[in-house]
């Protein structure tokens, strides 16, 4: 019985804590626009980023240097 004077502050604590950090992803726009992040894997060249090859590209070149 003891326990519960640590276990139910302690629930309340993390319950606060967890709405703290969904009200600040909120408020930061980490919500926002969730279509297009949704889209976003569908398109061939998602997670690409500036100076890497689509993954097309890169078989192509891996197979050049292996015939050299």
């Known amino acids: 019985m003891d326990i519960l004077y640590l276990l139910i502050p302690l629930s309340v604590l993390l319950v606060l804590m967890i709405v703290g950090i969904f009200g600040w992803a909120i408020n930061n726009g980490q919500l926002d626009d969730l279509e297009r992040e949704g889209g976003r ?5 998602a997670g690409v980023d500036e100076g890497q090859s689509p993954p097309g ?3 192509e070149e891996s197979r050049t240097l292996s015939q050299r």
């Open 57 to 59: 590209e890169a078989r």
């Open 41 to 45: 894997i569908l398109e061939e060249t």
